[in-house]
């Protein structure tokens, strides 16, 4: 059974969902927003413990803190940004339909993705909070720099923005770039470390 990192009511009070939309229908949202970005921005050892929190009762006042300031709110905001679509369809036997209402008109797939993006860069915003609070309190979240090892174990990472870059190259000259990553690892600190190299 998988275990949320917040609640229906939490969702409700903190976004513009109203409170008709069927928490079945969001469920699979919040866990995906769980797994592909909450797991990686604090890492598996952090992760698992909240879980087994949870699921025990036992949430530390700490691990409270952690959820109802910082993930909750990304949360939040990354399941408006992944609902829009995941709320406007439905899989059938034979078929994708698009969900509609006799009282409202659904808007275009367009509008719903320029709605999305604004939803996302709040996300995003809330996620790269969450990550330097733990950089800044790493001492009071040891899993955070130490989150196991293994090959299925996921290490912190800061990478929250994705957007395009504009590198002002003299593209009439033959040329290479290295791109140095630690592979998400955070260095002493706590926070990573990037650089290029133009070769």
């Known amino acids: 059974m998988a275990v949320l990192f917040i609640t229906q009511t939490a969702l409700e009070e903190a976004s513009l969902i109203n409170e008709n939309v069927d928490m079945k229908l969001l469920k699979p949202t919040i866990i995906t927003v769980q797994d592909m970005q909450i797991h990686t921005t604090i890492g598996t050892g952090l992760f698992e413990e909240l879980k087994t929190q949870i699921t025990a009762g036992t949430v530390t006042a700490l691990n409270k803190t952690l959820l109802d300031n910082y993930i909750q709110p990304a949360i939040v905001w990354w399941c408006m940004y992944e609902a829009p679509i995941n709320l406007s ?98 260095n002493g600190d706590g926070c990573c470390d990037w650089s290029f190299e133009i070769l």
Not at 130 to 137: I, K
Not at 153 to 175: A, C, E, Q
Request: glycine content about 4%; some cysteine; aromatic content about 14%.
């Open 89 to 186: 369809y439905k899989f059938m036997n034979k078929s994708v339909v698009k969900r509609s209402s006799e009282n409202s008109d659904a808007p275009a797939y367009d509008e719903l993705i320029s709605v999305a993006n604004k939803y996302k860069d709040k996300a995003e915003w809330y996620t790269k909070r969450l990550f330097n609070y733990l950089c800044e309190n790493s001492s009071d979240y040891p899993l955070f720099d130490n989150p196991g090892e293994g090959e299925d174990i996921i290490h912190p990472t800061s990478n929250v923005y994705n957007t395009g870059m504009m590198l002002d190259f003299d593209y009439t000259k033959p040329s290479s770039m290295k791109y140095n990553s630690p592979n998400g690892q955070i």
